[in-house]
């Protein structure tokens, strides 16, 4: 998806100048001719010059009453100047329904600039037709008695005036809208080379045309079919409507399907001018309702959300495809550099750059990684000595919200290192009806709607926890009382939305991309098995690696669907009508955890892979051996875990887990067996013989980040020596924090209750003198896992540093030195605070950033 060059947004305006004629025979003709030309040339010239003024004053009209009405404290109040009953006045509701109809004004009156200025006659040509509608409207609220003869005139004068001028000055110069753009919606021509930014705004404007129609006919056809006594108080979208809130309503959605009605024109013709001014209007919108939220938290009509949702989740949109656009134009989405090695010992180095796509990912799983942590400061303690907590919403909450947010961040990190990287470049469509792309276009695809969908849900997973609100599919907030099943119909929608595509579109393109797309298992256990040097083994291993943490995602996101979500529907109505319930129930306080720990388990496959990867050709045995060892591991520990919840039973040695959710450990002896026995095999059988095996390629100066002989390095030697160090410290972190766990938390169980006299208790002091650290040591293990998992994805992009950039070895050095040292900071001064029973951990300095722990 390349950048998409913009239609000029302006027509040439020229005189027509007039040919000589060579042609003796044409004689007085010929200058008639030439006179004809240029009186044209004049009337279309005058035509346009009359469009643009006109045009500009309707804007700065809109604009200028709008925005004073709208936006001047008081102004509407007092009645004046449009002369509101008293009724209207009184009520707060009323009044703020007009101020969103008047901001709706507003916003039109932005259009009309690109408009006029840059002489979009298609845009002209629609604001002729919408006009009759608004007056339509108005004229049947006003006969219903719904809305006051003030607000009825004003439409009359602004719009419908409006409209007769421009209709009187069009018959007296046609040119001023010609013939071939005279059209209306899809029937406008579409622009040649349109940018992605148009088709967002042509979508747009058709999604939110038709639903702003449609919220109007109910409450229209209540007023008209209800009997008089109760034909203006029902309730509407959450809001009480009657009398004059009925019409204002109305009136503010009407108003705004006004605004959408020239997205359709706006993006078909690709005008960057109109793109601008939506731009502008979106933002508009999202800083009204940050405004009403943050300092008017109480409103009660849900118009402002949805104003508020879709004005963010287009801006949002919009954006994106602004970055998209300008980063491929810049960096082409196939644009490999090639590498020559310096030493054919280190060959094991791609010899290509990082893609394009890679960057791209990773550039966005950083910025994610980084703003969920600003956010998390914001929403749930506030930075000690600085600022407190301002944002609304749980703080219990946000601490799921923030782990949500950096398990993503993990996960796109994991993709941009191993998946992208190994996709075919081939441009022909593959050979497969289902698949009618090439595997460079699904790359494409991909890498666009990856950090795009990641964004979206973080985000409005957010805004759930601020809205105090909740969704079907996250029903362990319901459980745990952190939330509600639904929240608002405008929000509930696009939460669907976002879901669908992070939990369905996304792993449903990571299966194609990693199970066909770079070869099957199969193929790829095959060639594993068959190597006989290390750099035969690396692609097959790196293949397996990433092929079984994706069917691991995808395993535990549809195991997650049929216990504890199922497949709910956009709205509520929908969801009790035609909703499928889980067909497999469990507790979904122990499921999210379990899905937590899948996610954690699937994450590590890849990068232990890639762990290995410096062993001599003489271990390519020990290296097949470990690579399945870590695999099965990995598999077995996410099936008994899930299968022993299914029982009824929260797994061996997740002692937090009973504790928390009151769960009696040997309750079934054969599940709890086989989930002891998968625990052990993963994290006393697999990491300790994966930390044995690469144990050769170490030195104890290598744990740390820099010694006397970095300096003297050449750049292969320290990219390899910093690559083996950080694996290290991750590896290390992993079993370090597992060995933590085991001494504060669980302790050592044995498999069955008979054996349990022979279990031995943590050693480590409590949290609190008369109860277990849960969920407090909980939480610093899956801080430790992330940090861990951050090392080991640090590791695999080095192998991708172009050698022209290695000449800044001290940087690279003080760089990797500060980031090893702040995290192991950071995860032992946790675990001290933890044992030594610190319950206030909003006083810690950077602490606080992980929420609530008790």
Same mark, same amino acid.
């Given at each position: 998806?390349?950048?998409?060059?913009?239609?000029?947004?302006?027509? *040439?305006?020229?005189?027509?100048?007039?040919?000589?004629?060579?042609?003796?025979?044409?004689?007085?003709?010929?200058?008639?001719?030439?006179?004809?030309?240029?009186?044209?040339?004049?009337?279309?010239?005058?035509?346009?010059?009359?469009?643009?003024?006109?045009?500009?004053?309707?804007?700065?009209?809109?604009?200028?009453?709008?925005?004073?009405?709208?936006?001047? $404290?008081? #102004?509407?109040?007092?009645?004046?100047?449009?002369?509101?009953?008293?009724?209207?006045?009184?009520?707060?509701?009323?009044?703020?329904?007009?101020?969103?109809?008047?901001?709706?004004?507003?916003?039109?009156?932005?259009?009309?600039?690109?408009?006029?200025?840059?002489?979009?006659?298609?845009?002209?040509?629609?604001?002729? #037709?919408?006009?009759?509608?608004?007056?339509?409207?108005? &004229?049947?609220?006003?006969?219903?008695?719904?809305?006051?003869?003030?607000?009825?005139?004003?439409?009359?004068?602004?719009?419908?005036?409006?409209?007769?001028?421009? !209709?009187?000055?069009?018959?007296?110069?046609?040119?001023?809208?010609?013939?071939?753009?005279?059209?209306?919606?899809?029937?406008?021509?579409?622009?040649?080379?349109?940018?992605?930014?148009?088709?967002?705004?042509?979508?747009?404007?058709?999604?939110?045309?038709?639903?702003?129609?449609?919220?109007?006919?109910? $409450?229209?056809?209540?007023? #008209?079919?209800?009997?008089?006594?109760?034909?203006?108080?029902?309730?509407?979208?959450?809001?009480?409507?009657?009398?004059?809130?009925?019409?204002?309503?109305?009136?503010?959605?009407?108003?705004?399907?006004?605004?959408?009605?020239?997205?359709?024109?706006?993006?078909?013709?690709?005008?960057?001018?109109?793109?601008?001014?939506?731009?502008?209007?979106?933002?508009?919108?999202? &800083? %009204? #309702?940050?405004?009403?939220?943050?300092?008017?938290?109480?409103?009660?009509?849900?118009?402002?959300?949805?104003? =508020?949702?879709?004005?963010?989740?287009?801006?949002?949109?919009? !954006?994106?495809?602004?970055?998209?656009?300008?980063?491929?134009?810049?960096?082409?989405?196939?644009?490999?550099?090639?590498?020559?090695?310096?030493?054919?010992?280190?060959?094991?180095?791609?010899?290509?750059?990082?893609?394009?796509?890679?960057?791209?990912?990773?550039?966005?799983?950083?910025?994610?990684?980084?703003?969920?942590?600003?956010?998390?400061?914001?929403?749930?303690?506030?930075?000690?000595?600085?600022?407190?907590?301002? &944002?609304? %919403?749980?703080?219990?909450?946000?601490?799921?919200?923030?782990?949500?947010?950096?398990?993503?961040?993990?996960?796109?990190?994991?993709?941009?290192?191993?998946?992208?990287?190994?996709?075919?470049?081939?441009?022909?469509?593959?050979?497969?009806?289902?698949?009618?792309?090439?595997?460079?276009?699904?790359?494409?695809?991909?890498?666009?709607?990856?950090?795009?969908?990641?964004?979206?849900?973080?985000?409005?997973?957010?805004?759930?926890?601020?809205?105090?609100?909740?969704?079907?599919?996250?029903?362990?907030?319901?459980?745990?009382?952190? =939330?509600?099943?639904?929240?608002?119909?405008?929000?509930?929608?696009?939460?669907?939305?976002?879901?669908?595509?992070?939990?369905?579109?996304?792993?449903?393109?990571?299966?194609?991309?990693?199970?066909?797309?770079?070869?099957?298992?199969?193929?790829?256990?095959?060639?594993?098995?068959?190597?006989?040097?290390?750099?035969?083994?690396?692609? *097959?291993?790196?293949?397996?690696?990433?092929?079984?943490?994706?069917?691991?995602?995808?395993?535990?996101?549809?195991?997650?669907?049929?216990?504890?979500?199922?497949?709910?529907?956009?709205?509520?109505?929908?969801?009790?009508?035609? %909703?499928?319930?889980?067909?497999?129930?469990?507790?979904?306080?122990?499921?999210?955890?379990?899905?937590?720990?899948?996610?954690?388990?699937?994450?590590?496959?890849?990068?232990?892979?890639?762990?290995?990867?410096?062993?001599?050709?003489?271990?390519? =045995?020990?290296?097949?051996?470990?690579?399945?060892?870590? !695999?099965?591991?990995?598999?077995?520990?996410?099936?008994?875990?899930?299968?022993?919840?299914?029982?009824?039973?929260? $797994?061996?040695?997740?002692?937090?887990?009973?504790?928390?959710?009151?769960?009696?450990?040997?309750?079934? *002896?054969?599940?709890?067996?086989?989930?002891?026995?998968?625990?052990?095999?993963?994290?006393?059988?697999?990491? *300790?013989?994966?930390?044995?095996?690469?144990?050769?390629?170490?030195?104890?100066?290598?744990?740390?980040?820099?010694?006397?002989?970095?300096?003297?390095?050449?750049?292969?030697?320290?990219?390899?020596?910093?690559?083996?160090?950080?694996?290290?410290?991750?590896?290390?972190?992993?079993?370090?924090?597992?060995?933590?766990?085991?001494?504060?938390?669980?302790?050592?169980?044995?498999?069955?209750?008979?054996?349990?006299? +022979?279990?031995?208790?943590?050693?480590?002091?409590?949290?609190?003198?008369?109860?277990? $650290?849960?969920?407090?040591?909980?939480?610093?293990?899956?801080?430790?896992?992330?940090?861990?998992?951050?090392?080991?994805? &640090?590791?695999?992009?080095?192998?991708?540093?172009?050698?022209?950039?290695?000449?800044?070895?001290?940087?690279?050095?003080?760089?990797? +030195?500060?980031?090893?040292?702040?995290?192991?900071?950071?995860?032992?001064?946790?675990?001290?605070?933890?044992?030594?029973?610190?319950?206030?951990?909003?006083?810690?300095?950077?602490?606080?950033?992980?929420?609530?722990?008790?």
């Amino acid at each position: 998806m390349g950048a998409c060059s913009s239609a000029p947004d302006q027509k *040439p305006l020229t005189q027509g100048t007039t040919p000589k004629s060579d042609d003796p025979e044409l004689g007085n003709d010929g200058v008639a001719m030439k006179e004809e030309e240029l009186a044209v040339s004049s009337d279309e010239l005058l035509a346009h010059v009359i469009s643009k003024v006109l045009f500009v004053i309707i804007g700065l009209g809109y604009l200028l009453v709008a925005g004073m009405s709208a936006f001047v $404290p008081g #102004f509407l109040s007092t009645g004046f100047p449009m002369y509101l009953p008293a009724d209207l006045v009184g009520d707060p509701v009323s009044l703020d329904y007009l101020r969103i109809a008047l901001t709706a004004v507003f916003l039109i009156g932005v259009s009309y600039f690109p408009m006029a200025l840059n002489n979009r006659q298609e845009l002209m040509f629609a604001s002729l #037709f919408n006009k009759p509608f608004l007056f339509i409207q108005a &004229l049947v609220a006003m006969s219903t008695g719904v809305m006051s003869m003030s607000i009825f005139l004003l439409v009359v004068v602004g719009d419908v005036g409006s409209m007769l001028l421009t !209709l009187v000055l069009w018959w007296r110069f046609p040119s001023m809208i010609e013939p071939p753009h005279r059209r209306l919606l899809m029937f406008i021509p579409s622009a040649p080379n349109r940018s992605i930014r148009s088709y967002i705004i042509e979508v747009e404007g058709y999604i939110m045309l038709v639903c702003c129609l449609l919220l109007t006919i109910p $409450p229209l056809a209540k007023a #008209f079919g209800a009997a008089e006594a109760e034909r203006l108080h029902f309730t509407y979208a959450g809001v009480e409507l009657y009398g004059h809130r009925l019409g204002m309503f109305i009136t503010a959605v009407f108003w705004f399907a006004n605004m959408y009605w020239f997205y359709i024109p706006g993006g078909r013709t690709n005008s960057s001018g109109f793109m601008a001014a939506a731009r502008q209007q979106r933002i508009v919108m999202v &800083l %009204g #309702f940050l405004i009403i939220r943050l300092f008017d938290d109480d409103i009660e009509h849900n118009l402002v959300n949805a104003i =508020g949702v879709f004005g963010g989740l287009f801006l949002g949109l919009d !954006l994106y495809c602004t970055m998209f656009e300008a980063f491929f134009t810049r960096n082409p989405m196939n644009d490999d550099i090639e590498r020559t090695p310096v030493d054919d010992s280190y060959t094991l180095f791609h010899q290509a750059e990082l893609p394009n796509s890679s960057r791209w990912v990773v550039w966005h799983s950083g910025w994610i990684f980084m703003v969920s942590n600003i956010w998390m400061f914001f929403s749930s303690t506030g930075f000690p000595y600085l600022f407190p907590k301002f &944002l609304p %919403g749980k703080v219990e909450l946000s601490y799921k919200v923030h782990l949500q947010d950096l398990l993503l961040s993990t996960m796109m990190g994991l993709i941009a290192a191993f998946l992208l990287p190994l996709l075919p470049k081939d441009t022909k469509p593959i050979d497969n009806k289902y698949f009618p792309v090439s595997p460079q276009q699904m790359h494409k695809i991909f890498t666009f709607i990856l950090p795009l969908t990641t964004w979206w849900f973080t985000a409005e997973t957010k805004l759930l926890m601020h809205l105090r609100g909740g969704t079907p599919f996250h029903m362990s907030w319901v459980d745990m009382e952190l =939330g509600t099943r639904f929240t608002e119909l405008s929000v509930d929608i696009t939460f669907f939305f976002a879901t669908f595509f992070m939990t369905v579109v996304t792993p449903a393109l990571l299966v194609i991309l990693g199970l066909y797309l770079i070869g099957s298992p199969i193929s790829a256990f095959r060639g594993l098995n068959e190597a006989t040097t290390i750099r035969e083994a690396l692609l *097959p291993a790196r293949k397996l690696g990433l092929q079984h943490m994706t069917l691991l995602v995808a395993f535990t996101g549809g195991w997650m669907i049929l216990v504890s979500s199922g497949l709910p529907m956009p709205t509520k109505f929908l969801t009790e009508t035609v %909703g499928i319930p889980p067909l497999l129930p469990v507790d979904t306080r122990l499921a999210v955890q379990v899905h937590r720990y899948d996610l954690l388990a699937a994450f590590t496959v890849p990068n232990a892979v890639w762990m290995l990867t410096d062993l001599p050709d003489s271990k390519v =045995g020990q290296f097949r051996a470990v690579t399945k060892l870590c !695999l099965g591991a990995a598999w077995a520990y996410s099936f008994f875990i899930k299968l022993a919840t299914h029982f009824g039973q929260a $797994p061996a040695f997740h002692q937090a887990w009973t504790d928390m959710y009151g769960y009696e450990q040997y309750k079934e *002896p054969v599940t709890y067996f086989f989930s002891w026995l998968a625990f052990v095999a993963l994290n006393f059988v697999a990491f *300790p013989i994966l930390l044995w095996s690469s144990s050769s390629t170490w030195t104890v100066s290598k744990l740390f980040a820099y010694n006397g002989r970095y300096a003297s390095m050449t750049t292969p030697e320290m990219l390899l020596w910093t690559r083996s160090m950080l694996q290290q410290h991750a590896l290390l972190m992993w079993l370090t924090s597992g060995l933590w766990m085991l001494m504060t938390s669980s302790g050592f169980v044995w498999p069955f209750k008979a054996m349990a006299g +022979g279990n031995i208790p943590p050693i480590l002091p409590a949290f609190a003198p008369d109860a277990p $650290p849960n969920p407090a040591a909980l939480r610093v293990h899956f801080q430790d896992t992330i940090l861990g998992t951050l090392f080991a994805n &640090l590791a695999v992009f080095l192998q991708y540093v172009p050698l022209r950039l290695t000449g800044q070895r001290r940087e690279m050095s003080v760089l990797s +030195g500060q980031v090893v040292l702040w995290v192991w900071v950071l995860s032992i001064w946790a675990k001290v605070m933890c044992n030594a029973g610190e319950d206030d951990m909003r006083s810690w300095v950077g602490i606080g950033a992980f929420g609530e722990w008790r």
